[in-house]
T-cell receptor, first 116, second 112 residues
Framework: AQSVTQPDIHITVSEGASLELRCNYS??????LFWYVQSPGQGLQLLLK??????LVQGIKGFEAEFKRSQSSFNLRKPSVHWSDAAEYFC??????????????FGQGTTLQVKP | ETGVTQSPTHLIKTRGQQVTLRCSSQ?????VSWYQQALGQGPQFIFQ???????GRGNFPPRFSGLQFPNYSSELNVNALELDDSALYLC???????????FGPGTRLTVL
């Protein structure tokens, strides 16, 4: 079955430090890959996506992610974290095929806490 | 450009009741997907509507049903509410040919 694993439930980093959030997926073929961020009481905002091509993807708010096919991973990174980055982060996959448009499968999420 | 909107923001119901949640898709988007997000969990796909037809369904019972209207807005209906239905319900809109989805702020449903 298709699944997404975010191994880290909770991560705390100091402001200005670098960040890496892990994501592994289980799927027969390379799916479409996404990272979303959710602030308390808010909906989900798309940070970045990978469909094909360059495996290093740039997103909004200074985030980037690298797709590694051999490891079935799509880890999210940021070189310097800001206090406003504290939120819940979700990795998601969508199977290929027009009939599967929009059927996102989400991981359980990683809560990011930023220390001053 | 108006984003995805959902109503109501919060809702409290009792077990056994029925509820209707509403979603207005982003301008130009013809596809609406609904997700259930339990506390501390990632969103779970409920179903998707495209051109007023259900276009795929997740692992949810038939008491979860939906509609999409000609203007692409959508409703999620849940009958015979159970305590476990308490969650944040998220609506997302997209263009059928594009996988990028735009989420609304959600409706927080509490079942007592």
């Amino acid at each position: 079955a298709q699944s997404v694993t975010q191994p880290d439930i909770h991560i705390t980093v100091s402001e200005g430090a670098s960040l890496e959030l892990r994501c592994n997926y289980s799927y027969g073929a390379t799916p479409y890959l996404f990272w979303y961020v959710q602030s308390p009481g808010q909906g989900l905002q798309l940070l970045l996506k990978y469909f094909s091509g360059d495996t290093l993807v740039q997103g909004i708010k200074g985030f980037e992610a690298e797709f590694k096919r051999s490891q079935s991973s799509f880890n999210l990174r940021k070189p310097s974290v800001h206090w406003s980055d504290a939120a819940e982060y979700f990795c998601a996959v969508a199977p290929h095929g027009s009939s599967n448009t929009g059927k996102l499968i989400f991981g359980q999420g990683t809560t990011l806490q930023v220390k001053p | 450009e108006t984003g995805v909107t959902q109503s109501p923001t919060h809702l409290i119901k009792t077990r056994g009741q029925q509820v209707t949640l509403r979603c207005s898709s982003q301008s130009g988007h013809n596809t609406v997907s609904w997700y259930q997000q339990a506390l501390g969990q990632g969103p779970q796909f409920i179903f998707q509507y495209y051109r007023e037809e259900e276009n795929g369904r997740g692992n949810f019972p038939p008491r979860f049903s939906g509609l999409q209207f000609p203007n692409y807005s959508s409703e999620l209906n849940v009958n015979a509410l159970e305590l476990d239905d308490s969650a944040l319900y998220l609506c997302a809109s997209s263009l059928a040919s594009i996988h990028e989805q735009f989420f609304g702020p959600g409706t927080r449903l509490t079942v007592l």
